[in-house]
């Protein structure tokens, strides 16, 4: 999401300083808020319209670090290689690059395993893109396309050691005595920094947060990077845990900051010792009341996710409502079930049909090379329309007839997302949602929808593989009462 914001914004700068683009692709500076983008071309909300929800989103156009355990450095370069799409033009220009004595062989295993070659090693001009540009006195542009994944260990040996560095001459007085000796700095810039599983360093003496710190002594006059501790048991024992990475945080204005004073280095090396004493010497339930009041606020400020079920001295230590599950089953209408069994087995038959094409080829031509393979992939692949059309069968009607094809190209090479009551979707609007019992239950909890703990009104998430439904729920929950925000959390052709 951040890169493509940088994508936006580098898109829309252009668009409006270059006053020969016509028609324009964004909004220009100065307009209202009935103005819609002309073309809204990414999968979120356009942030050239300052209404926009992305619009205040600060896009950070920089390098990302991640520090992983050397456990996880193949899980998280497993994930990237295997989840970006390089076919895509941005998917083309991410790279992940590991910084880590054992990175040729962790590479090797995973390039055999997708059966592709992969540039993950960085040469010296790879990392010259993440250096900071003293001419702009900005990072280089391209640098938020990186993502550099070592272990703490090995940050100074395979980032910091190879990179240029910037050189401050020592200061010599008129008796030519040197009063400060020649600095030389690292000048790499991270616009963020992960650490995964940050439990396993508690100490601040602990080789990340040390190394936190160095690189922000090496970037003054850069307000970033913006820092992110993942782990899954934060705190295994009580604040004490937290102790550390909440020091990484901490700036000087904390101390008069009313929200965040409480939590500065000092005050939470007491709430460590007030814990240790309650768990010595149980206290009356209100001095527990009072010390996980204390400890929950902290947890609502700085956890991105928090949960309910955690109890301290038998109280709960968040109040959040407790997580509940419900399945409702939406079997396909009997009018429409039939006719959806026939549709998919064509679908399977026609797969099937393909294989055997394919495998024919393949033996008449000497049966050289991989054998073709009827492999699960393929069928769910085919199915993949199939699995649409179970939720709204009346969609079987229009593929069958050619009015659309199902897929997400087709609805924005019409345009239909910027135009959707154009389309044959909203056209058919009311066949396609009599046919699916899904969106009778969406209604349902739509109308009952009530306000959460804080006093906003709740929200409904539909997750789905196709954004062809998103598209259609957009059309029928649009109106006054309900604000859909559809939302592509992967990148398409
Ligand atoms: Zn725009």
């Not at 996880?72 to 895509?88: C, G, Q």
């Not at 307000?223 to 945080?249: H, I, R």
Request: with cysteine; glycine share 4%.
């Amino acid at each position: 999401m951040n890169t493509l914001l940088v994508e936006a914004w580098n898109e829309i700068d252009e668009d409006r300083a270059d006053p020969s683009t016509k028609p324009k692709k964004h909004l220009p500076l100065d307009h209202t808020t009935e103005d819609q983008c002309p073309t809204e071309p990414f999968p979120f909300a356009c942030p050239c319209r300052k209404s926009s929800p992305s619009h205040g989103f600060e896009p950070i156009g920089a390098a990302a670090l991640v520090i992983s355990p050397k456990g996880l450095l193949s899980t998280w370069l497993t994930e990237f290689y295997s989840r970006v799409d390089r076919s895509h033009p941005l998917g083309a220009k991410l790279r992940m690059y590991v910084a880590h004595g054992e990175a040729r062989s962790l590479i090797n295993t995973l390039a055999k395993s997708l059966g592709t070659n992969l540039d993950a090693i960085p040469e010296k001009k790879d990392l010259e893109t993440i250096r900071w540009d003293h001419e702009n006195q900005s990072p280089r542009y391209g640098s938020h396309h990186i993502t550099v994944l070592t272990t703490s260990g090995s940050y100074d040996a395979h980032v910091a050691s190879r990179v240029q560095r910037e050189i401050e001459p020592a200061i010599i007085n008129h008796r030519g005595k040197v009063t400060r000796k020649a600095v030389t700095r690292c000048d790499i810039v991270w616009g963020i920094i992960y650490r995964d599983e940050f439990h396993r360093e508690k100490r601040e003496t602990a080789q990340t947060p040390t190394l936190i710190h160095r690189i922000n002594q090496n970037q003054p006059d850069w307000n970033l990077p913006t820092l992110w501790f993942l782990s899954g048991t934060p705190f295994e024992k009580g604040p004490s845990d937290l102790q550390a990475y909440l020091a990484v945080l901490e700036t000087s204005e904390w101390s008069c900051d009313a929200t965040f004073s409480p939590y500065t280095a000092k005050n939470i090396v007491q709430l460590g010792k007030e814990f240790d004493k309650l768990i010595k010497h149980p206290g009356t339930p209100q001095e527990h009341r009072n010390f996980i009041t204390k400890f929950s606020n902290l947890l609502a400020l700085f956890m991105i996710r928090r949960t309910s079920q955690t109890d301290w001295f038998g109280q709960s230590l968040l109040p959040l409502p407790p997580h509940e599950a419900r399945d409702v089953k939406c079997s396909i209408d009997p009018q429409y079930a039939e006719y959806f069994q026939d549709f998919q087995a064509a679908v399977r038959a026609k797969v099937e049909q393909d294989f055997h094409r394919r495998m024919q080829a393949w033996k008449a031509a000497g049966s050289k090379g991989i054998a073709p393979t009827l492999s699960v992939k393929n069928l769910v692949g085919a199915s993949y329309k199939a699995r649409i059309c179970a939720t709204f069968p009346y969609l079987i009607k229009l593929l069958e007839d050619g009015v659309v094809d199902l897929t997400w190209d087709e609805i924005t090479r019409n345009k239909w997302h910027t135009n959707p009551g154009e389309s044959p979707y909203a056209i058919h609007i009311d066949d396609i949602i009599r046919s699916g019992r899904k969106t009778r239950v969406i209604e349902r909890i739509l109308n009952m929808q009530d306000v959460d703990i804080h006093g906003d009104p709740e929200k409904l998430v539909v997750l789905s593989i196709s954004p062809t439904i998103a598209f259609i729920l957009w059309i029928v929950c649009h109106s006054e009462l309900f604000c859909p925000i559809p939302c592509l959390s992967v990148m398409y052709h």
